[in-house]
């Protein structure tokens, strides 16, 4: 077994479907969204097609780009951007393990346990998780689970992230087993609450345990960002394949020595949507 692995991290595929109604927000967004699947596609094929093969594909979150309806019947009866989404990324040669992000929730229109259900039932996929491969852990944590995100609570803010209290005791039993892992998050930290119930949250969680966590990469933004070791371990925010067909992470992993290299970050064009295509 090699010392050496390889896999890639995208995010933002905000794919879409016969059923969308526009438009967004800028003439920009809206001519992205339509160009969605195309650029999925082609990030993906070129995904497959590189040597060293990639052992595993992470997609941080906005999978798809709302919900046409809060009836859940209807995801069933019709082909809808969740079954579109899950093809894309079925075509991928290795396994593709997709989180959460906002636009996978449509509170307070749909309920977060009918999305959950969804990925459930669509998808085979929890609200959080975590894959471990070939010593090494992959988080996918879900920043839409405490109390910002929930209607009826003093604390809602859809602009501000949170994971609740079962979650944060979650990742730290996870963390405890000190295995060298990356976190994925939809939310850059920065819009993430640092602290949930007294001085419990996911900031200090973080801090503790920054010396097995590689690195922590959000989406959410569709632009390139570095952090850093602002929030302790190492932050990066991805751009979106929604715009930019490049926008991948190739991280390669040296077992023997425990670190991590990003293959294509002197590719990337700062705190924009675009980065040079990887040529090896």
Known sequence: QSDVFHFGIIADSHIIDEFYRGPEGSPEDTESIFKSRERLTAARNFLNGLNPALDKIFLVGDYFHNYPSPDIDFYFKNKTRIDIAKELTDGFRMPCHAGFGNHDYAVPHVSRETSHELFRRKLGLKPYYSVDHKGWKFIHLNNF??????????????????????QLNWLEAE???RRPSFVFIHYPLQAVAPTERADYGLYGILKKNRDSIQRVVSGHWHKWFEFGRSFGPQHLV???????????????????????????????????????????
């Open 145 to 166: 689970l405490g109390n910002t995100w929930d209607p009826g609570h003093a604390d809602f803010n859809r602009g501000k992230g949170s994971l609740g209290e079962e």
């Open 175 to 177: 963390l405890a087993q």
């Open 238 to 280: 991805i751009a979106a394949t929604r715009y930019d067909a490049n926008a991948y992470l190739l991280v390669e992993v040296d077992r023997k020595k425990v670190e991590h290299r990003l293959l294509n970050i002197d590719l990337v064009d700062w705190n924009t949507h675009y980065s040079r295509p990887y040529t090896g």
